[in-house]
T-cell receptor, first 116, second 114 residues
Framework: NAGVTQTPKFRILKIGQSMTLQCTQD?????MYWYRQDPGMGLKLIYY???????DKGEVPNGYNVSRSTTEDFPLRLELAAPSQTSVYFC???????????????FGAGTRLSVL | GNSVTQMEGPVTLSEEAFLTINCTYT??????LFWYVQYPGEGLQLLLK?????DKGSNKGFEATYRKETTSFHLEKGSVQVSDSAVYFC?????????????FGSGTRLQVQP
């Protein structure tokens, strides 16, 4: 069982470039999340989704966009990359709303992004 | 708003030593509490959880008790191994309607030496 899969694992961007971080899960979870992890810090919520077609902002949404056209996929888009977006990005999913009541989240291995 | 405070690391211990990592929280209502572990190069994975006051979560020799009176959820292990070297995150679950996101502490790096 693959769980939550993120691609790419590493990426270097130049200032002003765009990219999409991919996230897919095969557990049929309704809830999905994007977090960023800065050095020495906890994870901060960027965007989340409670089901296909429904997304909403988290704590630090500026500079990012998301879409959720299917239950499985939840891509994160950076439109104009800035050095402040250098971070490790984690996608997670949760069985909340699809039979599971505990908010246990399942994480991907992360994408390490550097903006230079 | 919700917040989680963890003791700063790194924590360096010898194998078979006793481990405590402190975690306190601020939350409205009655959150669920979690410990997640992050091994090098990997994503976070759930270590243990507790959903109500006085519950004790346990897994792989680790334990933590939900203390509502002290708003704490300290992680303990009686005898650590080199393989326990990782970053440990305390987290709480926002019980409000909607996003149900996790609020994380800043993480505590544990290094266990042979």
């Amino acid at each position: 069982n693959a769980g939550v899969t993120q691609t790419p694992k590493f990426r270097i961007l130049k200032i002003g470039q765009s990219m999409t971080l991919q996230c897919t899960q095969d557990m049929n979870h309704n809830y999905m999340y994007w977090y960023r992890q800065d050095p020495g810090m906890g994870l901060k919520l960027i965007y989340y989704s409670v089901g296909a077609g429904i997304t909403d902002k988290g704590e630090v949404p500026n500079g990012y966009n998301v879409s959720r056209s299917t239950t499985e996929d939840f891509p994160l888009r950076l439109e104009l990359a800035a050095p402040s977006q250098t971070s490790v990005y984690f996608c997670a999913s949760s069985p909340l709303g699809s039979g599971g009541e505990d908010n246990i989240q399942y994480f991907g291995a992360g994408t390490r992004l550097s903006v230079l | 708003g919700n917040s989680v405070t963890q003791m700063e690391g790194p924590v360096t211990l010898s194998e078979e030593a006793f481990l405590t990592i402190n975690c306190t929280y601020t939350a409205t209502g009655y959150p669920s509490l979690f410990w997640y572990v992050q091994y090098p190069g990997e994503g976070l994975q759930l270590l243990l959880k507790a959903t109500k006051a006085d519950d004790k979560g346990s897994n792989k020799g680790f334990e933590a008790t939900y203390r509502k009176e002290t708003t704490s959820f300290h992680l303990e292990k009686g005898s650590v191994q080199v393989s326990d070297s990782a970053v440990y995150f305390c987290a709480l679950s926002d019980q409000g309607a909607g996003r149900r996101a996790l609020t994380f502490g800043s993480g505590t790096r544990l290094q266990v030496q042979p």
